[in-house]
């Protein structure tokens, strides 16, 4: 019996593929536990039209990320810490101050996960911080760290 497998199984195959299996295992397995589905030419045609239907939505979030990333570039945050004799700073600034700044100042709501700092922010002034919005696309915020 042919199957399309609807998520991956170990040892079978990945998701969309269709894949011949005995049919004891698919009926007793596979199609129970809605692993897969049996390869009919409705089902197939189904699963192009999903595929098609996932593929517009990876490029519409595409687009959304490149777009976001055009603006976060563009613009810039300030965050403030407390710092002592000689511009040495008390503490650092995390991607938690930075996310709520960003916010705050700019209206983005940017998910501190997706900030990628090397090290923590421990000197005044710029920084760009790298902000991973999609696989593809990586955007910079200038993050400026003043005194309080």
Not at 28 to 51: C, H, M, R, S, W
Not at 80 to 96: C, L, N, P, W, Y
């Amino acid at each position: 019996m042919e199957v399309v497998l609807l998520e991956d199984v170990k040892a079978l195959g990945k998701k969309g593929e269709l894949v011949k299996v005995n049919d004891g295992y698919a009926r007793n397995f596979i199609l129970p536990k809605k692993l897969g589905v049996e390869a009919t030419p409705k089902n197939l045609n189904d699963l192009k039209l999903q595929k098609a239907n996932e593929a517009r939505i990876a490029a519409e979030q595409l687009a959304a990320a490149k777009k976001l990333a055009e603006e976060i570039g563009e613009k810039s945050v300030t965050v403030t810490i407390k710092a002592g004799e000689g511009g040495r700073t008390f503490g650092s600034v995390s991607t938690k101050e930075i996310a709520k700044a960003a916010l705050d100042q700019l209206n983005l709501d940017i998910d501190k996960k997706k900030m990628v700092l090397p090290e923590p922010i421990k000197s005044l002034g710029t920084v760009e911080v790298p902000v991973k919005l999609h696989k593809d696309v990586t955007a910079k915020l200038r993050v400026k760290v003043v005194e309080a």
